[in-house]
């Protein structure tokens, strides 16, 4: 046998991640603490599945999304969030919510604000509209389960955490109001949840969304029509436009707030939407029409949840609201989203509004 | 307060039966679940985001303000921050399954309350997954030796240890959503997470590594609330009576299941791989493990008809050797490695007589020889010096040489024409229970049966930025390190070591 002799120089090495292909030049922060945290079996790791749940299932499979993709760990998120940066986000949002609120009460505006639109919109629509966001995320907290890499799976996170927040901070503004306005309450919002029949077309949408196995399917509904189109219309068009001219003006801020993360998950969707439809990937004709079909399917929920909310419109204290006008500029922005996102919007426009 | 207490109260029923779909039941459960509970922390995200950026500001700012300045992780023992090479890609998987829990308890969990909970505790677990890359990102900027560090996880797949992790950690997600909360909250969060995140702390930085403190530390803030989760959902099965028998099953598989992958590991990490010396794993164990978890946390529930786990005697019994035993197939495979391995001093030695009396009796003249092959000029490594590997369970992953090589519980069976290991009656008993859950993927032996060691070491990424030196080493001296050459020199072959272990039984 040969003698073996070591080696006697010291091996400069990398000093950063080496299994990471960085979308751009340089690794970036979120890339680094983000990719490669899920194993990816028979891919970048060796191996089988090494605990099966009882049925012998793979935990991870490929057919938990009707999408194919040959690498969904090549996902970045536009905004790059990790923890970090997502919390601190969120608290420097809800920081400002509370300031807002805690000055309002202290110069006396909830004393200002018309009662009625506290009563009708306040104690009663958007405390109705908390129920359909604790509907979202119960949809988004199970479909990060599923997700097929960890950068996917924790965007969803962040939105299953998102819609909570919105459903939180409409019923902390609540509590707040109440102790300053006597005789307000929002005891009869889970009555109208469930039996209102303006709202029952929004709450089979969502329990719809949350019997939905897809996920993928769950961020292209709710990013690319159920947000963009309801949410603009029955928050925007009802909360974010109709508090000023009551003079609340906590209510549209909080609105705005999940406007704010409303964007940031339709610009996330539209890379996860654009990746699956890139001319490389094997199936991106395919993924185009399970894609397509999956918009009108929702497309046409969504515009029946809205026409449901015609008589809560009707209600409000300043005068009638009209949908239509707001439907036709979320259908408008909408048709945006869709374009940017390398669909075709022409595809929703022959649904009825 | 009152606010806080009000909200929590109607953010409690924000839940609805569903009337126009049925909700499809993803993840079945064989339990029943009560729809009142107790979320004794009110989870509400206002508060909950305000204190994480706090804790957040602080470790990261620590990290990046001063101890990278300092030039801290470049000072540490290098024996210690080796092994952290290891517990890093093995702690971040683990945090990772943890989130994919809580994805499970959310949709499974009938109750708004709870459900708050998992909320929390599902951003917790990106939280500490993102904490644990950083970390390791951030050694491998700084650190002496960054391979392993920038490398590692590309590694884990061929590790023994990240295989066997993942086959433990796994139990917090594929399977029943209860049984993966008992796993993730109940066993690991409340038994193990003290000896790893607050135990080791004390090692860490008693070696000089203030990094790994400063996380572990942040991370384990957030673990008291979890323990809390763990216990409100164990209060919530214990309830329903019908649920005790299927829980106290659950109970006993999860905790050897924890058991048999974390105390061998963190008994070898601890008390092998720390310079400057202190307290044993077997003390801190018996600590956390047996009084604190057993004594106290268990106990509570025992009213409540929730028995001390089936296999604890048996676990505290093998404690004495299981980490000496984890430590030496550590050192012996250390080609296969992604870090490298001091071998021990005189005094180490007298250490460990003090603290495990009759240590140098059983393993004495191993940790000699290993010594006395560690430069490449001895033409062997310790594999060769090994006349059988073991084979690995089907069940844990871990090699069948536990407690101690020479009293293993390890036996091998005949089932359905083909030879599984399993390295204990636990392990046994726990594939006879279910065992198409445990047939998903070869043991590592199995996958690289017949396979140059050279080979291994060459396809699998092994090798240092040079192409030829050696990530694993069984020293620290830079320059006597082992190349591909010296290993292919010897002509050694992986073989699993099933084919030639007789049958004890056929099923």
């Known amino acids: 046998m040969n003698a073996p002799v070591g080696t006697t120089v010291a091996v400069e090495s990398a000093r950063d991640f080496s299994f990471i292909k960085p979308a751009k030049r340089r690794l970036t922060e979120y890339e680094a603490v983000t990719i490669r945290q899920q194993w990816e079996t028979g891919g970048f790791d060796k191996g089988g599945h090494f605990l099966t749940p009882a049925d012998g299932r793979a935990p991870w499979r490929t057919e ?19 923890q970090r940066p997502y919390i601190r986000m969120q608290a420097e949002q809800e920081r400002a919510i509370e300031r807002l609120t805690e000055d309002s ?111 993928c399917e769950i961020p292209i509904a709710t990013n690319l029509v159920i947000l963009p189109l309801i949410s603009e219309v029955a928050i925007g068009g009802l909360i974010r436009r109709q508090g000023p001219l009551h003079q609340d003006a906590i209510s549209p801020y909080i609105a705005l707030t999940a406007d704010r993360d409303r964007r940031r998950n339709a610009a996330w969707t539209q890379a996860l939407v654009k990746m699956v439809l890139d001319d490389k990937v094997p199936a991106a004709t395919a993924n185009r029409q399970v894609i397509e079909a999956w918009l009108v ?25 009209d949908l239509t006008p707001l439907l036709v500029a979320a259908r408008a922005q909408q048709d945006k989203l869709l374009e940017a996102a390398g669909l075709d919007a022409a595809l929703l426009a022959e649904l009825p509004s | 307060m009152q606010h806080i207490i009000e909200t929590h109260n109607r953010v409690k029923e924000f839940d609805w039966q569903f009337s126009y779909v049925d909700k499809p039941q993803r993840y079945p459960t064989k339990y029943k679940i009560p729809k009142r509970t107790k979320d004794p922390f009110r989870h509400l995200i206002r508060d909950y985001c305000s204190m994480e950026q706090e804790k957040d500001d602080r470790q990261y700012g620590a990290m990046s303000d001063v101890m990278a300045r300092a030039g801290l992780p470049g000072k540490a023992s290098q024996r210690w ?55 390791t990102r951030y050694f491998a900027k700084h650190a002496h030796d960054p391979e392993g560090f920038s490398n590692g996880i590309a590694l884990r797949s061929k590790s023994i240890q990240c295989r066997a992790g993942r086959a433990a950690l796994q139990g917090f997600f594929a399977g029943d959503p209860i049984e993966g909360a008992i796993n993730l909250q109940a066993v690991v969060e409340t038994a193990f997470t ?89 003390e801190k164990w018996t600590e956390w493990v047996d009084h604190d978890w057993a004594g106290a946390y268990i106990r509570k529930l025992e009213p409540f008809g929730l028995k001390i786990p089936r296999w604890f005697d048996e676990a505290k019994e093998r404690m004495f050797w299981v980490g000496h035993t984890a430590a030496m197939v550590v050192y012996a495979a250390w080609p296969m490695m992604f870090w490298r391995h001091d071998p021990l001093n005189a005094r180490d030695f007298e250490w460990f007589e003090k603290k495990y009396p009759g240590w140098y009796n059983h393993f004495g003249k191993w940790w000699e020889d290993f010594a006395a092959m560690s430069d490449p000029s001895s033409g062997m490594i310790p594999l060769m010096a090994m006349e059988n590997l073991p084979p690995l369970c089907r069940v844990c992953h871990m090699p069948g040489v536990f407690p101690r090589p020479d009293i293993a519980t390890m036996r091998v069976r005949m089932i359905n024409g083909k030879k599984h290991g399993f390295c204990s009656d636990a392990c046994e008993h726990i594939f ?65 070591p099933l084919h030639k272990l007789p049958v004890q039984e056929v099923l």
């Open chain 2, 194 to 282: 003290n000896p790893l995140f607050v135990a080791m702390t004390e090692i860490a930085a008693a070696n000089g590594d203030q990094a790994t403190p400063t996380v572990f530390l942040s991370i384990q803030s957030d673990e008291s609330r979890h323990m809390a989760n763990g216990y409100a959902t164990l209060a919530a099965v214990v309830s329903e009576p019908d649920n005790l028998p299927m829980l106290q099953q659950d109970f006993d598989r999860a905790f050897w299941r924890q058991h048999n992958f974390f105390d061998p590991l963190l008994s070898a990490v601890y008390d092998y791989f720390q310079e400057e010396r202190s307290s044993s794993y077997l």
């Open chain 1, 64 to 82: 938990s999304t009707a999408l194919a993709h040959p690498d969904w760990f090549a996902f970045r998120d536009p905004a790059q969030l990790w």
């Open chain 1, 105 to 215: 009460v202290e110069a006396g505006a909830f004393a200002d604000t018309d009662r009625a639109w506290l009563d009708e919109f306040i104690a009663g629509h958007y405390r109705v509209w908390s129920f359909f966001e604790n509907g979202l995320f119960r949809a988004f907290a199970p479909a990060q389960r599923e997700a097929l890499s960890d950068c996917l799976g924790n965007a969803l996170c962040f939105q299953a955490f998102d819609q909570m927040r919105h459903a939180q901070a409409i019923v902390s503004h609540l509590v707040a109001a109440e102790a300053v306005v006597p005789g307000l309450s929002d005891a009869g919002a889970k009555q109208r949840w469930l039996e209102d029949p303006a709202y029952q077309p929004l709450r089979r949408l969502v329990e719809q969304l949350v019997a939905t196995d897809d996920w």
């Open chain 1, 297 to 321: 399917k929702w497309q046409s929920r969504a515009l029946a949840a809205i026409a449901g909310l015609a008589p809560i419109a009707a209600r409000v204290p300043a005068g009638a609201v």
């Open chain 2, 81 to 135: 921050m080796e092994i952290m090479k290891l517990v890093l890609p093995v702690t971040g998987f683990g945090e990772y399954a943890a989130v994919k829990s809580t994805g499970q308890l959310v949709d499974t969990i009938d109750n708004a309350e709870l459900r708050q909970g998992y909320m929390a505790q599902m951003i917790d677990e990106v939280r500490h997954t993102n904490q644990v890359a950083h970390l």
């Open chain 2, 432 to 496: 006879r229970e279910e065992p198409q859950r445990y047939l998903g993927s070869p043991t590592l032996f199995e996958e690289f049966d017949g396979m140059e060691l050279g080979d291994f070491i060459e396809q699998n990424g092994f090798l240092r930025a040079d192409g030829k030196t050696l990530i694993g080493q069984p020293h620290l001296n830079a320059k006597r390190m082992w190349t591909l050459k010296d290993i292919r020199a010897l002509h050694y072959e992986i073989k699993d």
